[in-house]
């Protein structure tokens, strides 16, 4: 049983880790099961082959035996699963784990990715600079919550668990913003990942792609 998941061949992050493959290296990282990555080029990503493993043309994707997933918080789910290290025992501890998975990718991560996408896509229209604040409010809206929630515990719902791991992986994308910084306990939350052993052997994973296509 080989886990195979593919990635950027060069990351338009430059080796940051902010490309969804990250977050599934991590959990793999957890969890102790090695894998295989398969690299893409953009052009690649649109083709058939692809298309059938991800319909919407993106990467990260999932391949094991006979299974194919695509959508990083489903994969990082079934690799929660299907190993342990990454969600608890007790039944309702583990919901709850599960709705902050959820809580990551649909509640938190859409307005995180919305700034990315504006400063991308819409950074030369002349309504651009009126709007970016209005699309901060909403993420600063939503880290005010989750910060007062988290509190001064380590981790959302008691031990290191996958919505931790989702939720961090989402409020790196805000790194380098200076949003995160106006939240210590947010910022702080988001080290505590970051220097989890499994995160670092991740990071340096994806690094080491985006090198070697540097230097290539
Ligand atoms: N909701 C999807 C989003 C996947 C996604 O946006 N992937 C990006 C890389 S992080 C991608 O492939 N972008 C290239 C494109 O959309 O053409 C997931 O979580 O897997």
């Known amino acids: 049983m080989t886990i195979t998941i593919t990635a950027f061949e060069r990351s338009p992050d430059r080796g940051r880790g902010l490309a969804r493959d990250m977050r599934v290296r991590w959990a793999l ?7 295989d990555v398969r690299l893409l080029s953009f052009k690649a990503m ?24 695509f959508e990083s918080g489903a994969i990082v789910f079934h690799i929660a699963e299907r190993h342990a290290g990454l969600l608890p025992d007790n039944a309702n501890a583990r919901a709850r784990a ?45 880290l005010n919550e989750l910060s007062c929630r988290l509190g001064d515990a380590d981790w959302v719902d008691g031990e290191f668990n996958a919505g931790d791991l989702l939720m961090v992986s989402v409020l790196l994308r805000l790194k380098g913003s200076g949003i ?21 052997r991740a990071f340096d994973a994806q690094l080491a792609v985006f090198t070697a296509a540097s230097v290539g």
């Open 98 to 142: 599960i709705t902050w998975m959820f809580a990551a990718v649909s509640t938190m991560e859409p307005p995180i990715v919305d700034r990315e996408v504006a400063k991308l896509l819409e950074g030369d229209e002349t309504w651009y600079e009126r709007r970016l604040p209005f699309v901060e409010e909403r993420i600063r809206n939503r």
């Open 46 to 69: 649109k083709e058939p082959a692809h298309l059938a493993l991800q319909p919407f043309g993106q990467i990260p994707t999932y391949e094991e035996d006979d299974l194919a997933l």
């Open 180 to 200: 995160l910084d106006e939240y210590p306990n947010l910022s702080a939350y988001v080290a505590r990942g970051e220097a989890r052993p499994a995160y670092k």
């Open 29 to 35: 990282e957890e969890v102790g099961q090695p894998y």
